[in-house]
């Protein structure tokens, strides 16, 4: 047996003496995401197009093919299987065997085989394809304006899939039997809806809860909706109304955190946002994810994103979804009008009571929606898997991701070698869980901050889930080294319940880990990790730091000067005491009672300064200069500070000799003294401190990377969601002859942390 990878066919297997020298047979084994995307169909037409006879079906590990013909026929059609294999595939493994010929006629494609070891991939949720949306809109059509059809290309898998192989029977469809026209289409080898295993149509299929004409009417009237969707449940809202956005906002109890928007198409994205090539592109994908792009001013209600430059922007995600902005839109005629630009937006931010996980269960969101929503709309179709919507960002001219959820989970990174089975827990904020299997690593959806029983649960949850659908036990558990953090607990406990060992990763060590395994990276890497908090080695909290990583190991070489934290965790959330930690700093402590009149704590936490703990973190810096320019004392939600302080960024200028580097330690003293100079606006300041930011973390970098002897950096954590600093030092760094590696396919922060936790422990 011959073993290949997505890229070159693998070459043909010896071959034996076969009863008719010119017929032979051989057996094919496809790994990856190769089921739910229409493959089985593509390899029946590929086979009868060559003339072979054979079968193809899908186990539980993999599509298993046996074609029997001419070997120059069998040797053009394994070339095809790579060359024309569909959109969304993806072959990570593909394996060759000969088989007596048995003077087989004809190709088929047999029923799945057993559950199996479960080594197939799901694919991820995925926007109606383009001939879809022509059926959707179509009066001639059987599936005229239904809101859930789909084909082989598109619709809903990774939210439904209950077991492998995928198969109707193992989704949340198994409870809707075909109508004869259905069950026909799903038989005709020349349909496109052959072997669709989401096919359904108004007569056999899902059906809504609630006329489409009475959630227009609500959304109309500034009436808020719960409207169950692909992963789950969305809040609906006019986002042009500010009086329902006030009204969601008070009822969510979300003061100032912002919301996505979706929108029809792709052509009104211009009315409500200035996209570049970028964003259009990340947006109209198949995965449909929210991408942060500049906003236009006055576009939106105020309350969308307040204070904030940019804003996040959907398309529809499912045929639901498109039917709903049709009628909002008075139900043109035709398809045309999905190409122009319509005035029609809607707040669509996750269904659930803040801090809860998403709802997805009509009588759950019935149970727990009912004081946020006017109208609550369900479906018959049940979401198995519960599953945020992404969201992506453009960093150094290419897109990031700040979330992963639908469209992107459950499909696996491809970390370049094979290794043991390990299961990693990730942090406490933004948690995310990462089991590997191979030579892939499964990172799943968005958790969320573990601060209430149900995120907790929601964390098991995903981590059994992942286990069980691929039917895997890990050799070994990993979380961070922080002892308190709920992850850190639970994964103790999962570990205990399956006789594992437990290994806790520093946490800024796996922010570099994680990019070195996406971009996979083997040799030593330095990476600067540039967070908010993170338990240090030294029993500190870090968030600056240079580290160097190597074959399980860490290392740190430098980091930011330390700056008190008073209150601890308490700082995070209000500002105005890292801004007293850098007055203190100044010698001029004693000015933060004057500074701060808002805050009658000020002086007494001034006076005992000298007793609070230290921390390196470079997202605390960004609390302390919003205080200083008087723009953020205290945070409604995490990040906003640093947010609105990037929102005033117009032109990012270094300050002359803003910054000290002495023997590793970067001091940004000099930039905080000026930045507490009374006069300076906020806008002054914020390009002054993205500037001097850019411009030290740079010479820092530079110089560590000199004496490294590398020419490649990792650049991660949590601050380099915000695109002024990850732009400017991305370019900044390049100038300087390296090569800046961001966080693409995980996110920078806290979401990527499973990955680089469980990257690390496999070579530990």
Known sequence: MNRGRLGGLPPAPARGDAPNPLLVREAIRLRGVVQGIGFRPFVFGLAERHGLAGFVRNDGECVTIEVEGAAGAIEAFGVGLIAEAPPLARIVAFERASRAPCGESGFVIRASAGQGAAAAAIPADLAPCPDCLAELFDPRSRFHLYPFLSCTRCGPRASIVRALPYDRANTALADFPLCPACAAAYRDPRDRRFHAETIACPVCGPRLDTPLAEIVAALRAGRIVALKGVGGFHLLCDATNPAALAALRARKGRDAKPFAVMVANEASLDRFARPEAGHRAAAAGPARPIVLMPGRARALAAGVAPGLAQIGLMLPPSALHEVLFHALAGAPDGIDWRTQPLPVALVATSANPSGEPLVIDDAEARARLGGIADLIVGHDRAIVTRLDDSLLMLADGAPAVLRRGRGLVPEPLDLGGDGPCVLALGAHLKATVTLTRGREAFVSQHVGDLDSPAADAFLREVAAGLTGLLGLTPDLVVC?????????????????????????????????????????????????????????????????????????????????????????????????????????????????????????????????????????????????AAALLGLRLVQDHEAQAAMELEALVTTPRPLPDGFTLTAGQLDFLPLLATLATPGLTPTEGADLFHGTLIAGLAAWIAAAATEFGTDRVALGGGCLANRVLADGLAAALRRQGLTPLLARAVPCGDGGLSLGQAALARKF
């Open 480 to 624: 961070d080294r922080h002892p308190d953090y709920r992850s850190t607990r639970i994964a103790e406990e999962i570990a205990a319940a399956l006789g594992r060992p437990v290994l806790r990763v520093q946490h800024h060590a796996a922010h570099i880990a994680a990019i070195a395994a996406e971009h996979r990276i083997d040799e030593p890497l330095l990476g600067a990790a540039l967070d908010g908090i993170g338990l240090g080695d030294d029993g500190t909290a870090w968030g600056g730091e240079l580290l160097r990583i190597e074959a399980g190991a860490w290392q740190r070489l430098g980091a930011l000067a330390p700056l008190a934290l008073p209150g601890g965790d308490r700082a995070a959330r209000e500002p105005w005491r890292m801004a007293t930690a850098a007055l203190a700093r100044l010698g001029r402590a004693d000015a933060a009672a004057a500074r701060f009149p808002t805050q009658p704590l000020a002086a007494a936490l001034a006076a005992r300064i000298d007793r609070a703990p230290v921390t390196t973190s470079l997202g605390r810096l960004f609390d302390a």
